[in-house]
């Protein structure tokens, strides 16, 4: 009947894929040597990789951790291994490794920069991770006030009273705008709560005071310094300049021509010269802007300017969230009868934000390694430190360990932030490619 | 009868500059500007107070007078007797180097990383991943510390060179030197120069241009641009006939011929730095301050070109890669005509403000001591004087006007290579 000599009943069994094709050889042979200029890339990297760890290897691991001076540290590797370079001499990190994190800062007092760091983490948590409790947020609300009571030192009335100050606003918006309306309500608000500040708030903290001193001992900002110092320049700036940013993106995309033109003129000020510019302005000019007498912090005066230079960039990064947006958004909200605060705080916010996820991260971590710049005015950051211990007798013309070792402080802060930007893409990611 | 959607002008009320939004917009930005215009009188009053307590009110006659302080590393005729304004004009233009340079190589060094992370070889791109992330997540400062004090701490003294027993050697047959005093080079001199031409008479400003070299510039320019016109004609020849005629022999002709030519004419020859006493002589000395500040602010700059182009090469579709083959087009040609053109769209205006961004960096040049901008009108020059006020506004024009500038080459590149929609 058939002129086929054969025909297949039944489905033949899957083979498994040849040897080399699978597992480690598989893997191998795709991703290294695939080709004769793979080969040669492969080996000619590989061989690059050796030599560079059979530098970095020995320095780092064949290394001296007790000495008290860099001529010892030699002496130790002279008499250990024949000769007086390719040791990493770790004892400079062992001996000054407080300094380079506190700086100047009392020994006595470290536990208050370490409870600001543990609460600065308790208070991250509910802003970063959903599933921390939600009952946090009231230790991320109050930690603003307690951070510079517990790093400057004082009494914790006077943070109390600067609180009241926006309690005293809140309550004003919620009664006022009932009666008055929206923008009569806020305006009266922004009065009281100078009001408060100005007048009330410091007659309050005298009498509390008085009654409970809750006082801590004062820190001057003279011995600041460190990446502590870094650290709480780092976070102050991009805690307000996200607000801040946010406010002055808002105020570019406006309709309102001043208010525009205002914001455009800052934005673009602040972006057009380098942040070195600005710490000269806080380190000799900001006195002379402000009213005669007045002569405040330069660590403060550090943070304003760092905060206005973060906030320019991070205006620029939130408007390219709010420009990718499509027209209909901002249409489907004002045709639901939103006005324009809720149509930014429920429809355009939440989108800007989360397209804007990426470049906002960046912008924090470019803040964060900014602070080192402030050693050029004089400020005892980590990089400012480290000249400090160079020009000892002990540690004089040590270099390698103390960059490394300031390197690996920033890069593990940094590349954490960049991380958990991709995670939250991630997590936030809402379509399905 | 007319119909008016106009309120009566009888009906106006106060109350409506706040509750109807007609009036609202108004009302709230005249209180803006009026609060705008009182917070700048009362920082121009304060200021003013100020300067007036301290006795130095605003004037800009500092610049004239002699800046008595040495610039090292300078493009052009500089004394300490001349002006603060031409010692910060020798600083500008050491800035505008310092930028130069670092853009050339951190995009080269930025489009090789950013290629190599997309590398199919896993070594290879793990490699460039770990050079991106270790130079982005570390300050630059610190980038331009490390540099500096590799410059100072690793390289042989001048004296290492010397003798029968010299522990150090240049190279490049004797032309380069690595010092710790900085670095040589070969200076480029002519028998029979031309001469220069001198700009802008006895002004601060003035400079002069090199005649010679903007001669072989000119020669060299013209030979490319010859040879875009015979690519061009070979374009219509294949257009026409099919056939490609081959030109590269006639481009060649055209670049190096008339150049070389007018080299051997003008008497072209490499000064080469020599060890005499306790330093290197002749030359062109590159300082330390200035390859540290170079080298680091490359690298660190590529880290983030190299992100860049790896975005905008991702950014085209694989779809357009795998259109290019079908069409039966050889691999490069479809990086060069199809990958390229649109990828360039997603580069270019990052890659500008990364240009910005390290020319702002340059500005740290005052950590290593290289007299940039910062470093004489506001550094020196403002400790000098003590003019506190003038000093930062310049430094701050000259940055913002330089910061202007690129951007408005990024706004004329995005408005060429924007795509027309009909």
Redesign the interface.
Known sequence: MSEHAFVRKEIVPEQTPPLSSIGIVGWLKANLFSSWLNVALTLLASSFILYVLSGVLPWTFQSIWHASSLTECREIAMATWGKTHGHACWAVINDRWVQLLFGFYPSHLYWRPIVALLLLIVALGPVLFSEAPRNLFYVTAAYPFLLPWLMWGGSLWVSVSVLLGFLVAYIVIKYMVEIFGQLLGVIAAVFAALFWWTFLGAIFSEIAISVLPLSLETVTSRSFGGFMLALLIGVVAIGCSLPIGIILALARQSDLLIVKAISIGFIEFIRGVPLITLLFVASTLLNIFLPPGSDFDIILRVIIMVTLFASAYMAEVIRGGLASLPRGQYEGADSLGLDYWQSQRLIIMPQALKVSIPPIVSTFISVLKDTTLVSIIGLMDPLGLSQGIRANAEWQGIYWELFAFIALLFFVVCYSMSRYSMYLERKLQTDHL | MTVSADPDKASFKPAML??DTRY??MT??IF??IA?IIFVFW?IN??I???F?LGKPIEFRFLSEPASYDINQRLIEYSSRDTHLRASFVGLLNTLVVAALGCITATVLGVFIGIGRL??????SK?MAVYV??F???????WI??AM?IMI?SLPAPKAFRGDTATASMYLSDSVAFTNRGVYIPEPLFNNPIGDISLFGTSSMRFDVSLDLLVILIVFFGGIFTSFKIKKWADRTQNITGVRPTTWYLKALVILVPTLVLLWALGFYLGYAELKGFNFKGGTHLRNSLIALWIALSLYTAAFIAEIVRAGILAVSSGQNEAAASLGLRPGRIMSLVILPQALRVIVPPLISNYLNLT??S??A??VGYMDV?GTL?GIT?NQTGR??EC?LM??LV??IL??SISAVMNWYNNSVKLVER
């Open positions: 706040i509750y609202r917009s709230i930005q803006v500007l705008f920082l304060n200021t107070t100020n300067l307590e590398s199919k070889n896993w070594i290879v490699i992330e270790v982005r997540n570390v300050p630059v400062l610190l510390l490390l004090a701490e702002k960096n500005s740290l005052i950590a910062t506001g403002l506190e006020l930062i430094l701050m940055y913002w910061s202007l």
